[in-house]
């Protein structure tokens, strides 16, 4: 069985910075392309950015250059650094591992 715990997420203020990490365990890590989701109060969930098995990275559009994806597969572990944090960030975060496999998500809330 799979599992996913994300980690990180809090209250910063505007411009600032955030690390989420989401922890892996069960199944194939190394194989998965992971994910991370977000879903702000009142919207769809959106993804955010995700990174293939091969570490190939994409971003939405409107994250580019603010957000940096990665892993680590040693540690079954996959990172989302957030920069220059804008309140319209404030959501849930979710990990995914093939978009199949859900964690339950970790609050991101972007305020002075």
């Known amino acids: 069985q799979v599992q996913l715990v994300e980690s990180g997420g809090g209250l910063v203020q505007p411009g600032g910075s955030l690390r989420l990490s989401c922890s892996v365990s069960?199944?194939?890590?190394?194989?998965?392309?992971m994910s991370w989701y977000r879903q702000a109060p009142g919207k769809q969930r959106e993804l955010v950015a995700n990174i293939t098995g091969g570490d190939g990275k994409n971003y939405a559009d409107s994250e580019q250059g603010r957000l940096t994806i990665s892993r680590e597969k040693a540690k079954k572990r996959v990172y989302l650094q957030m920069n220059s944090l804008k309140p319209e960030d404030t959501a849930v975060y979710y990990c995914?591992?093939?978009?199949?496999?859900w964690g339950k998500g970790t609050l991101v809330t972007v305020s002075s």
């Open positions: 069960g199944g194939i890590f190394s194989l998965y392309t």
């Open positions: 995914s591992a093939a978009t199949f496999y």
